[in-house]
Structures are given as C-alpha cells and as structure tokens.
C-alpha cells in the first residue's frame, strides 16, 4: 500500500474508536502549499458535529489515536479550524518503487475483468482526408483505454468505425471529380460549394486519372478509389503512431448488406 492508503486505513481506524460510523471515508488531499505538508485531511471538522466535540479538540484526539508506524510519516500538525497535515519521511513515497520494480511488466496487472468482453471504437474519423491532431489525441486515448482494460484481465476488441456513406462521402467523389476535370483542362465542371478544398483532393484526382483513366462519368468509381485511398493513408499513419485495431467496420456494408432496408 502507498503512504497515502495507510495513512487513510489508521484515521479510519482512528476515527472509529471515538465513536465515528464504520462507513466513515476520510478524504486526503495535497495541499495547495506544500508547507503545510504532503496530505492533509479535514476528518475533524467532518466529525465534529456527529460526534459533538469541537474541531481542534478532536483533531487533536484523532492524532493520539493514529498508528502511523508504516505509513513513513515524519510528523504531524493540526492546523487552522481543525485541519490535520502529514508529513513524510524524504524515503516514504519512493519505497513504493521497489515494489513496481519488482512486479516489472505485470505490474498493476490482474484478473478482475476476465470473462467480460469489451468493444473500444475510438478514432473513427471520416474517410474524407487525412487524419488531423486530434484523432492523434483520440488514438492515443483510445489504445490507452484498451490497455488498461486488458491489464485487467478483460478480452477486448479494438474497432475503427468508418462512416464511409452519406452525403460527406458524396461530396468527397464530387470534389475529386471536380479536380480532376480541372487537371484535364475540363473548365465547364464547376466545383461543388460545399466540396472539399484541401490540396490532398488535387492529388487524389492525379492518382485516379493516373492509375484508372480520364472516364469521370462513374462517380461511384471515384468513390471508391478516394475512400480506399484516404483510407491507406490514414492506416499508415495509425501504424506509424503504434495504434493497431482489429476490427474496421464499414458503414456502406450496412447498406450492401441490406440490414437497413431489413430494418
């Protein structure tokens, strides 16, 4: 146990034995100035009343009772209207690191989630350009949150969630369309007004016109060959940033799929 947790077990103990209900939850906080030590709690001012004594006089009580013998605790002080201060000994709070050194990579690690299965969809940006900082803050995140819960013991599945239908992928085709009438010199095809305007949509349209040809009547084609595009660059750079998922979920296959007309 950390000093902090032996030292709220012996005010728990403490508080007990004059008198305080079994429930009772000592809160410790860090000071805001650390003069006034490493934790301090407000245990007396909470229990004054209940117990009818005044603050002081039962802060003062609480400190006689406490056996802080493990908790590396230096001294204590009583302070303003009944505040109780700790402070440790300079060795107290890095004794816990033999502990972390010794458990290594399975420190922290336990069983208390096995057998609950667990889905973590996180990042799950639109396949309309490239990922940006904040699906970074989001990956970083998520893989975090997956970790912890595999510490634990539980079998999770990491999801990305492509919203690959609906209007935003519409207009995406139509931007790469536009641009790459533009690149062919094709100046009655206006571009669309709420289109995508980054330059990764000019070099998109290279590609296509490079890799599949100069037919733009088949938008559904441009489709496919932007989102799977955008689709790789974003996989490289959740690589790079050493975010693996297992599972892609597709919102197109709803609709190829028919479970939204059977819905």
């Known amino acids: ?19 305080a209900p079994d429930t009772i939850a000592p809160l410790l906080e860090r000071p805001r100035d650390p003069a006034n030590g490493d934790w301090s709690t407000n245990l007396a001012m909470m229990l004054a009343k209940p117990l009818g004594e005044k603050p002081r006089a039962l802060a003062a009580r609480l400190v006689e009772k406490l056996d802080l013998h493990a908790a590396g605790v230096s001294r204590v002080e009583i302070a303003g209207p009944g505040f109780i201060n700790f402070y440790l000994a300079a060795g107290a709070n890095a004794s816990g690191l033999a502990t972390i050194v010794a458990g290594g990579d399975e420190y922290g690690r336990n069983a208390s989630g096995a057998g609950q299965r667990v889905v973590v969809e996180f990042v799950s940006a639109n396949p309309t350009g490239p990922l940006h900082v904040g699906h970074g803050r989001q990956a970083a995140l998520g893989d975090a949150i997956a970790n912890l819960l595999e510490s634990q013991g539980c079998d999770v599945s990491r999801e990305f969630y492509y919203n690959d239908a609906g ?39 290279q590609r296509y016109l490079d890799e599949v040809g100069h037919d733009l009547s088949d938008i559904e084609s441009i489709r496919r060959f932007a989102v799977a595009e955008l689709r790789k660059e974003q996989d490289r750079d959740l690589q790079a940033f050493g975010v693996k998922f297992d599972r892609y979920f597709l919102e197109s296959s709803l609709y190829t799929d028919g479970r939204v007309d059977e819905t």
Do not use: C, K, T
């Open 1 to 19: 146990m950390m000093p902090v947790d032996l030292i709220r077990a012996a005010l728990v103990d403490a508080a007990r034995e004059l008198g």
């Open 167 to 205: 209007a935003q992928i519409q207009n995406l085709a139509l931007s790469v369309r536009a641009r790459a009438h533009e690149i062919l010199g094709h100046h009655e095809h206006p571009f669309p007004e709420d289109g995508y305007r980054g330059d990764y949509i000019r070099e998109l349209a």
